[in-house]
């Protein structure tokens, strides 16, 4: 899966910046709106009820722009892609050859607040792992180099279902220096079972059909265990690779995702 990822974060550079090499390794965006005190991430209001959004964030991306970019500060580059098994159908597709579509913020019927853009992909039909979309925190030049996030204390961002039939949880997962392979701590070969790569830092979100904020701080980011104990008590915040968001198999999705931050 992280080869699988690895190319398609290359693809996303290819797409939007004109070539790929090999890899190695609230501000003013985030208004309340009617209802945004509704499902809510895992880390925080878990039982439901009104969420607290964070006063101080620091915007990752808040999609205007309208490119699979996000924003080039804070010394984070990087680009959005998708992600799935192969088995079913997903839109934006994932980046290939023959289907050379870029992921970009989709404009909305509606704004929220002064928000008029945001990410958006559904999909059903996936048999194997699923799908999802994330995207990189350092990936210069099509790279992928640890990103050091420990003046934060969590992320935030707003989501909400396109289909109100779709998939009403989210998986929210973090790649750190101890589950991804540009680490060079964790077991790529799968030899080794009780470190492998790929057990990323993960969380659930769940989604309604109104726009709401997910506030999730870092400790509530456990890794699975892949069948084995994980090695590594917490996430390694001074080596963080990706954000990504995800369903598992069976499910139909459908999710739109704005105003992605890091808060402290």
Same mark, same amino acid.
């Given at each position: 899966?992280?080869?699988?990822?690895?190319?398609?974060?290359?693809?996303?550079?290819?797409?939007?910046?004109?070539?790929?090499? =090999?890899? #190695?390794? /609230?501000? @003013?965006?985030?208004?309340?709106? $009617?209802? *945004?005190?509704? +499902? %809510? &991430?895992?880390?925080? !209001?878990?039982?439901?009820?009104?969420?607290?959004?964070? =006063?101080? #964030?620091? /915007?990752? @991306?808040?999609?205007?722009?309208? $490119?699979? *970019?996000?924003? +080039? %500060? &804070?010394?984070?580059? !990087?680009?959005?892609?998708?992600?799935?098994?192969?088995?079913?159908?997903?839109?934006?597709?994932?980046?290939?050859?023959?289907?050379?579509?870029?992921?970009?913020?989709?404009?909305?019927?509606?704004?929220?607040?002064?928000?008029?853009?945001?990410?958006?992909?559904?999909?059903?039909?996936?048999?194997?792992?699923?799908?999802?979309?994330?995207?990189?925190?350092?990936?210069?030049?099509?790279?992928?180099?640890?990103?050091?996030?420990?003046?934060?204390?969590?992320?935030?961002?707003?989501?909400?279902?396109?289909?109100?039939?779709?998939?009403?949880?989210?998986?929210?997962?973090?790649?750190?220096?101890?589950?991804?392979?540009?680490g060079g701590i964790c077991d790529e070969s799968g030899e080794d079972?009780?470190?492998?790569?790929?057990?990323?830092?993960?969380?659930?979100?769940?989604?309604?059909?109104?726009?709401?904020?997910?506030?999730?701080?870092?400790?509530?980011?456990?890794?699975?265990?892949?069948?084995?104990?994980?090695?590594?008590?917490?996430?390694?915040?001074?080596?963080?690779?990706?954000?990504?968001?995800?369903?598992?198999?069976?499910?139909?999705?459908?999710?739109?995702?704005?105003?992605?931050?890091?808060?402290?």
């Amino acid at each position: 899966m992280a080869k699988r990822r690895a190319a398609w974060m290359c693809a996303a550079w290819t797409l939007t910046a004109g070539g790929c090499t =090999t890899l #190695v390794g /609230l501000d @003013d965006g985030y208004h309340l709106v $009617d209802g *945004a005190g509704g +499902e %809510a &991430g895992a880390g925080a !209001g878990a039982g439901g009820g009104e969420v607290v959004v964070p =006063t101080d #964030v620091e /915007l990752i @991306d808040d999609m205007e722009d309208g $490119d699979s *970019a996000i924003d +080039e %500060a &804070g010394g984070r580059v !990087g680009y959005w892609y998708s992600f799935n098994d192969g088995t079913g159908t997903q839109t934006p597709p994932v980046y290939s050859e023959e289907n050379p579509v870029g992921f970009i913020p989709e404009a909305l019927a509606e704004p929220r607040g002064e928000s008029t853009m945001a990410m958006h992909t559904f999909g059903s039909g996936f048999t194997e792992w699923g799908a999802g979309f994330g995207f990189a925190l350092n990936g210069p030049d099509g790279g992928l180099l640890a990103y050091d996030a420990s003046a934060y204390s969590g992320i935030v961002f707003w989501a909400k279902l396109g289909d109100a039939g779709a998939a009403t949880t989210m998986k929210v997962n973090i790649t750190d220096k101890t589950s991804d392979p540009a680490g060079g701590i964790c077991d790529e070969s799968g030899e080794d079972v009780a470190n492998p790569c790929f057990d990323d830092w993960s969380s659930t979100a769940r989604l309604g059909t109104a726009w709401a904020p997910v506030v999730i701080p870092f400790e509530q980011f456990a890794r699975g265990g892949e069948g084995a104990e994980p090695t590594a008590d917490a996430i390694d915040l001074t080596g963080l690779f990706a954000i990504e968001f995800g369903f598992v198999q069976g499910e139909d999705f459908d999710v739109y995702i704005d105003d992605v931050g890091f808060y402290r």
